[in-house]
């Protein structure tokens, strides 16, 4: 297993394309300190969510490289890799299975009880309550539709559960009303504080504790600095 004694979190002159004639990222660095969170900012499509891919190796980086604790992440296992991260992503994908297999999964073991309170603290434990099948409700096909906003907060919950060393969260706000969005962001600044976080963010406003901020623009840093400073 990958040990994770510190989390710090090492992008070094990350160069990376998904199709070859098209270059996304053009020589990235930056440090998340350990427990410290850096917050990334940026327009559409500038390779924020590609730095999320590449840290938890859905692709391979090329050039440069991203370590973990100053081990290089080709050298571990995807499995090891992923068991010590956990995800809350733009867009949520879940199982087709129960809500209760979604929320446990990455925490074999997890009791009903643990399940039920990561629910409470992602905010979604009413809604899965009133469902006539509560937590055995099916997700996905011929089960409940949920809302993006909910699916990304059936996600929290599941982050909330495995309690990794390191986070990463990439903020879908368009998923979430003002009240859901203020009330999440509560439970998230709880679950980063002290543990490696990468955030990426639409707003500068949620990144006010951030260690350091990012600002992307097609594939670079262009800027980078405190809340205070930006
Ligand atoms: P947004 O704020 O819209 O989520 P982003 O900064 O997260 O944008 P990325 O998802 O990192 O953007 O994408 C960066 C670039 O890589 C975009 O131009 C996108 O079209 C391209 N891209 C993303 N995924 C793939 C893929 N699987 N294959 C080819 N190109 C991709
Ligand atoms: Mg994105």
């Given at each position: 297993a990958l040990k994770v004694p510190r989390g710090e979190v090492v992008f070094d002159n990350v160069i990376f394309a998904?199709?070859?004639?098209?270059?996304?990222?053009?020589g990235v660095s930056f440090r998340i300190p350990p427990g410290g969170t850096v917050a990334v900012v940026g327009g559409?499509?500038?390779g924020k969510s590609t730095l999320a891919r590449l840290l938890l190796r859905f692709y391979e980086v090329g050039g440069g490289s991203v370590s973990i604790d100053g081990q290089?992440?080709?050298?571990?296992?995807s499995h090891s890799l992923r068991e010590a991260i956990g995800v809350v992503p733009q867009e949520a994908l879940l199982f087709n299975d129960t809500i209760a297999f979604n929320i446990g999964y990455g925490r074999s073991g997890a009791g009903m009880d643990e399940i039920i309170a990561a629910a409470k603290a992602a905010h979604i434990h009413d809604l899965i309550d009133s469902?006539?099948?509560?937590?055995d409700t099916p997700v996905g096909e011929r089960g409940v539709m949920l809302s993006g906003g909910e699916k990304q907060r059936i996600a929290l919950a599941r982050a909330i559960l495995k309690n990794p060393p390191l986070l990463i969260f990439d903020e879908a706000?368009?998923?979430?009303?003002t009240a859901s969005e203020q009330a999440i962001q509560k439970e998230l600044d709880q679950l980063s504080a002290n543990r490696t976080t990468l955030v990426i963010a639409h707003r500068l406003s949620t990144v006010v504790d951030a260690t350091e901020i990012l600002v992307m623009e097609r594939g670079r840093i262009i800027e980078r600095g405190t809340h205070a400073r930006l």
């Open positions: 998904y199709e070859p004639a098209r270059p996304i990222l053009h559409s499509g500038s290089d992440i080709r050298s571990v296992s469902l006539p099948l509560k937590y706000t368009s998923a979430l009303d």
